[in-house]
C-alpha cells in the first residue's frame, strides 16, 4: 500500500501545480504542462500561446514561478521551459480557454460552439466535439453538444490520438463546464491500411505476330492453286507432240540466195472507246464520187523525112555478101 499512496500523492500534486499554472499563466494562453523526473532535478515543460509574457522583463516571471514551484509543492531544483505552439486552434486546452472567455463576455452558448467547431476544423483537425454544461438558459442544468469530423470515446485510439482540454466559465446563473476534444490532423487509426502493390515484373519478350486463320487458309488455297497448274502444265508438255522439221525448199539453201522475208502485216489500230457519259456519235457516210471522163489524145502525124525501114529478113542477105566481099 505504500507504492500505491506514493503513486497517489504524486498524481495529486503534478494536478495541484496544472491548476497554479493555468492561474498564473492564463493571459499568456496556457496550452498544457508535462512534468519529468531526471538525475539533475524536476524538468517542467510549458505549452503557451505567447511565452514572452511567461517568461517577464528580464526572466523575472519565470524565476518567480521556479520559487513557487520548488516552495509550495516540494519539487527538487525544478527546470521550467517554455515552448510556444505551432497552431494554437488545434490545442484543446486553448480553445476550451478561448470558448469559456467568450461565454463570459456574453456570447450565446449556440453560437460560441457552433464558431469553436467550424474554427477548429479549418485548421485542419480530424475531427472535434464541443460540450456545454450547466445552466444554459434556465434553472435546470443541461448539456449541449456541438460535434463534426471524426471522433473516438474510447479505446486505444482514444489514449493515442484525442486531445482534451477544460475550462470554467463564470456566469450569474452558475459555473458552466466546458470541455473540447480534438483528434489530432495525423492520427492513423488501426482500420487504415495501406496496401503494398507487388514489385513489377520485366514485361516479356513481344510474341510475333501470328496471321489470322482467315489468312491462313486463303495462303493455302493459293499455293495449291498454284501447284495444280504447274502440275497441268507439265502434263500438257509431255502430251504435246514433237513437230516435224520443216522441209527446205530449191535453192533457199544455196548460198547467194536471197532469203526472202515475208512482208509485216501491219495491224489495226483499234477505235479508242467512247468515256462513259459521252453521246454516241454517228457514223459518217462518204459522199458518192462522180466519174469524170478524160478524152484521149489524138495520135501525131509521122514525120515526111521519116525512112522506111527495110524488114530485117532483107537486111540477113546484105550482110552475108559483105562478108564474102572481105574474104
Not at 492564463?26 to 500561446?49: C, H, S, Y
Not at 478524152?295 to 515526111?304: D, F, K, S, T
Request: proline share 10%.
Amino acid at each position: 500500500m505504500a507504492s500505491e499512496r506514493k503513486f497517489v500523492t504524486e498524481n495529486i500534486r503534478r494536478i495541484l501545480l496544472k491548476e497554479y499554472m493555468m492561474a498564473k499563466v492564463g493571459r499568456a494562453g496556457f496550452g498544457g504542462l508535462d512534468v519529468q523526473r531526471t538525475p539533475m532535478g524536476t524538468r517542467v515543460t510549458l505549452i503557451t500561446e505567447r511565452p514572452g509574457l511567461v517568461i517577464g522583463r528580464r526572466g523575472e516571471a519565470i524565476k518567480s514561478l521556479t520559487k513557487a514551484i520548488e516552495e509550495d509543492f516540494n519539487f527538487n531544483n525544478p527546470q521550467i521551459e517554455v515552448q510556444e505552439v505551432d497552431n494554437p486552434n488545434l490545442n484543446a486546452q486553448i480553445m476550451a480557454e478561448k470558448l469559456a472567455n467568450a461565454l463570459e463576455r456574453g456570447w450565446h452558448f449556440r453560437r460560441a460552439g457552433h464558431s469553436t467547431v467550424r474554427r477548429i476544423m479549418e485548421s485542419g483537425a480530424r475531427g472535434c466535439q464541443v460540450i456545454i454544461a450547466g445552466k444554459l438558459t434556465g434553472q435546470r442544468h443541461r448539456t449541449e453538444k456541438f460535434k463534426d469530423g471524426h471522433i473516438k470515446y474510447c479505446g486505444q485510439a482514444k489514449l493515442d490520438f484525442m486531445q482534451q482540454g477544460f475550462a470554467a466559465a463564470k456566469l450569474k446563473p452558475g459555473v458552466l463546464g466546458v470541455t473540447v476534444q480534438i483528434m489530432n490532423p495525423k492520427a492513423r487509426l488501426p482500420d487504415e491500411i495501406d496496401i503494398i502493390p507487388p514489385p513489377a515484373e520485366p514485361a516479356p519478350a513481344p510474341a510475333p505476330a501470328q496471321p489470322a486463320p482467315e489468312t491462313k487458309a486463303e495462303e493455302k488455297k493459293v499455293v495449291e492453286a498454284v501447284e495444280e497448274l504447274k502440275k497441268a502444265a507439265e502434263a500438257g508438255a509431255a502430251a504435246a507432240k514433237p513437230r516435224k522439221p520443216r522441209k527446205k525448199k530449191e535453192g533457199e539453201g544455196a548460198p547467194g540466195a536471197e532469203e526472202k522475208k515475208p512482208p509485216r502485216k501491219r495491224k489495226k489500230k483499234e477505235a479508242a472507246p467512247a468515256p462513259a457519259g459521252t453521246p454516241p456519235t454517228e457514223a459518217i457516210t462518204p459522199a458518192p464520187t462522180q466519174a469524170m471522163t478524160v478524152p484521149e489524145p489524138a495520135p501525131l502525124a509521122e514525120p515526111v523525112d521519116k525512112v522506111e525501114e527495110a524488114p530485117a529478113e532483107e537486111k540477113k542477105p546484105e550482110a552475108a555478101e559483105g562478108e564474102k566481099k572481105e574474104e
